[in-house]
Structure formats: structure tokens, C-alpha cells
């Protein structure tokens, strides 16, 4: 059974680009695994905590030594990290904010890449320690930006390719529904993306 992890990142809830493209791929990984498990979680309906110092402080505590309220402080992380490890696909809603990607999206991020857990140094360097994963990124961006003047501006696919093959994760696959702001490439941008997958098994 294939496990596959959909974080949806989006303020725009179902009206949303990435969010709808997200599900598109859902429902296409479906067709090769049938008996696949999906966990879906969206960010911005559960108001998903930024990170704060406390809570990084906590991260570098051993296990053994936290204290009540550390332990709380390192729910959320914890449980994104267990959600991470378990699944055997990611897809990550990315729709472009300003350039980059939503806040709440570099928080998850953020709670989720810990030395010693997903990550770890050693005498050759980082290196990432979350395997066997595949990773979807179901970006939407109103303009065009992977090609032409535009694609410098793009920081949202560059940096998910970065932090993700930092913590191990390198099989990664950029669909994008571009142009979700302009009136000839709107309503086509969804299908355009879903028809240029190239699903592996």
C-alpha cells in the first residue's frame, strides 16, 4: 500500500490553484495505486504554528531531558515529522506568493527539518535522512515563471528542490499551472499541468 502525504498550503482553500492541482495529481496517483492512503493536511485551516525560539530551543534538548512543556512545545513537530517519515509520496501545494512560497508552508518546513531526525552532519557533510520518498510539488503561479525574464523570479521551486534534497528527499517533480492570472491561460492551466505528468511507478 502506497502512503502519500498531501500538505496544501494555500489561503485560498478550495478555490486555490496549487490546491486543485494538488488534488488533480491525487486522483491521478490513484489510477496506479488502488489501494493507496492518503493523509492530507491543510496549513492554513489549521493555523499550523510558525516557529518560535522556544520551540527551536527544544529541538537540541535530548529526548530524555525535555521538560513538560518542551514536550508540548514539540507536538506539532514531532507529528509532522512522523507524518514525513511515514509516507512513501509527497505532494506539497505550492502556490507563488510574492516570489516565494506562503509562510505557513516555510513553517512546516521549518518544524520539519531537525538534526539528528531528518537530517544530520557528519565528516562528508549534510546529509539528509529521509529515503524512499517521492516528492510531487503542485505549484500555481498567476504569471509565467519557468521560462523566459521571468523564471529568476521564481524562488518557490528552486528553494522546495533545495531544502527537500537537504533532508534527503532528491526524486522531486515540478507541476506547474502557470499564467492562473491571465485570461487566455487560466481556465487551462489545471488540465495543461496534468497532461505534462509523467507519473513512475
Sequence with gaps: MKRVLHIKSSINGNQSYSSRLGCGLVHRLRDLYTDMYVVTKDLS??????????????????????????????????????????????IIDAPMYNFGIPSQLKAWLDHISRAGITFEYGKDGPKGLIKNTKAYISMASGGIYSKGLAKQMDFVSPYLKTIFGFLGITDIEIVRAEGTAMVETKEASIEMALGQLQLMD
Excluded: C, Y
Design 45 to 90: 485551516e489549521e493555523d499550523f504554528p510558525h516557529l518560535g525560539g522556544d520551540t527551536f530551543a527544544a529541538f537540541f534538548v535530548p529526548k530524555e531531558e525535555l521538560s513538560p512543556e518542551q514536550e508540548i512545545l514539540l507536538m506539532a513537530s514531532d507529528k509532522a515529522i512522523k507524518e514525513v517519515m511515514e509516507a512513501d509520496i509527497l
